[in-house]
């Protein structure tokens, strides 16, 4: 799957750009933008501020905070200029994603406090497509983006949203812009980058809408595999993601992981649970690895360390997983993470962990 993060920034600042040009020698000040208390002329610096904000913490790394710094226009800065300080904050955003190590990840709050270029570039196309759209709405010009681009915001960072059929009404709908047939009116939102959850010598990168997707038909999922990946069950186990999310039931923390290794980068195998935890707080796991990886340990660490993420909730109390009675190395894994045999049904072997 091809990294067109950048591609998608450069591309919505200059639909942004093109679509507040017209109105340049307007007052900026005077006017609000539409749903906002900001005037036209604050939502459009803004734009640039979290342009320039997401291209330093990615570049620069952060992992505590935002870089400390502001944006801040010169004075007597006219329209014409201000649009211009959009491009050159989108383009410093687009240069920094296309830029950007595969596994590098940097400081956002909200939810899991980190995002990955995808995430970053994913962030700033929204705010430029959603705060364009609050300008020139109170502006009364002409507005709508190429359908890709608020397609590649949902499927990135707005996993729990259920796609409809046009994708720039879905967003506008799922931000509190808007309505759509048979969905209730969006009061509160908030989008999601993708829950990373770390292990010793791995990281379990959460699989967003996107990468379900291409896996599911036989691409890389964004991710550099060792040679044999991924194996056949991750295909499978992305493939129900995808179904889950094309029905609106996907939930990003009871997802499917990508397993990478840290020496390299290279994923290595998939690990995820099969849906949400039932009433009494039970969740079934699965996993696979790329062969190569095998006999190394990688499984049972990546094991424990999502055991332990998911019994940190209120809301799991106890995890299992059925395995193949000739999958001795499989048996093997749970046990060594702590499951006990719990029963015997027409799947399998039933294992069983609880908090």
């Not at 608020?150 to 799922?174: K, M, S, Y």
């Not at 009494?280 to 999502?306: F, H, K, N, P, S």
């Not at 299992?320 to 015997?344: E, H, K, M, W, Y």
Request: hydrophobic share 40%; glycine share 12%.
């Amino acid at each position: 799957m091809r990294n067109m993060g950048g591609e998608y920034v450069t591309d919505a600042v200059a639909g942004c750009v093109a679509a507040l040009r017209p109105a340049v020698e307007r007052d900026w000040t005077e006017v609000n933008a539409a749903g906002l208390e900001w005037s036209v002329h604050a939502t459009a610096v803004h734009i640039a501020d979290d342009l320039v904000a997401y291209a330093a913490n990615l570049a620069g790394r952060a992992q505590d905070d935002y870089v400390p710094f502001e944006l801040r226009l010169d004075d007597g800065t006219d329209n014409s200029g201000l649009l211009h300080v959009i491009e050159a904050t989108g383009a410093l955003l687009a240069a920094a994603v296309r830029t950007a190590p595969r596994e590098a990840r940097a400081f956002h709050p909200y939810p899991f406090r980190s995002a990955n270029r995808e995430g970053f570039a994913a962030m700033g196309v929204a705010e430029v497509l959603l705060h364009t759209y609050d300008i020139t709405a109170g502006l009364g010009l002409p507005y709508e983006p190429p359908s890709v681009l608020p397609e590649f915001v949902l499927t990135r960072i707005f996993p729990e949203v259920q796609p409809g059929p046009d994708h720039w009404r879905t967003l506008l709908w799922a931000t509190g812009r808007g309505e759509l047939p048979g969905r209730a009116p969006v009061t509160e939102w908030r989008w999601k980058n993708n829950l990373v959850v770390e292990a010793e010598r791995l990281t379990l990168q959460g699989l967003t809408p996107a990468a379900a997707r291409d896996l599911a038909v036989g691409g890389d999922g964004g991710f550099a595999w060792i040679e044999g990946g991924p194996f056949e069950g991750t295909r499978d186990a992305a493939g129900f993601m995808a179904k889950a999310y094309e029905g609106g039931v996907h939930r990003p923390e009871f997802g499917v992981f990508t397993l990478v290794r840290r020496e390299d980068g290279q994923a290595i195998g998939g690990m995820g649970f099969h849906g949400v935890p039932d009433e009494e707080g039970r969740v079934e796991i699965g996993y696979d690895l790329v062969e190569g990886a095998r006999g190394q340990g990688y499984a049972t660490e990546a094991l424990r360390a999502l055991a332990d993420w998911a019994f940190a909730r209120d809301d799991v109390s106890s995890l299992f997983a059925t395995i193949d009675p000739d999958n001795l190395p499989s048996q093997a894994v749970v046990t060594r993470a702590g499951f006990r045999r719990a029963g015997v049904d027409e799947e399998g072997y039933a294992y069983e962990l609880r908090r």
